[in-house]
């Protein structure tokens, strides 16, 4: 499965920008699609999740609340709409898919499908 990021831009603080990330060569079906984000010096870290199968959604706590991650089974989407940007969410964002649980669903490790990042910067 080859996965396709893009919505990525720049916003201002408070704004809003919805990334979606497409799928080819397979489906995410039985996976579960996440949003990682990694910014300038930092490490990667986690921003949401979603299974294909049930629906079952994680998040961050630094996002939850503002972001929402869906999906689209007819067109074999992952989105992620993002509310209320901070200039803290600034970062390059990537989506994934694997397969994993609910215990899992957070760590990048167990994500083994991985699309190239889309750049957010929010200003402040």
């Known amino acids: 499965v080859q996965l396709q990021a893009s919505g990525g831009g720049l916003v201002q603080a408070g704004g809003s920008l919805r990334l979606s990330c497409a799928a080819s060569?397979?489906?995410?079906?039985?996976?579960?699609t996440a949003w990682f984000r990694q910014a300038p010096g930092k490490e990667r870290e986690f921003v949401a999740a979603?299974?294909?199968?049930?629906?079952?959604?994680y998040y961050a706590d630094s996002v939850k609340g503002r972001f929402t991650i869906s999906r689209d089974y007819a067109k074999n989407m992952v989105y992620l709409q993002m509310n209320s940007l901070k200039p803290e969410d600034t970062a390059a964002y990537y989506c994934?898919?694997?397969?994993?649980?609910?215990?899992?669903?957070?760590?990048?490790?167990?994500?083994?499908?991985w699309g190239q990042g889309t750049l957010v910067t929010v200003s402040s």
């Open positions: 994934a898919a694997g397969r994993t649980i609910t215990s899992t669903s957070r760590d990048a490790r167990y994500y083994y499908h």
């Open positions: 060569g397979g489906s995410f079906s039985d996976y579960t």
């Open positions: 979603i299974r294909w199968s049930g629906g079952n959604t």
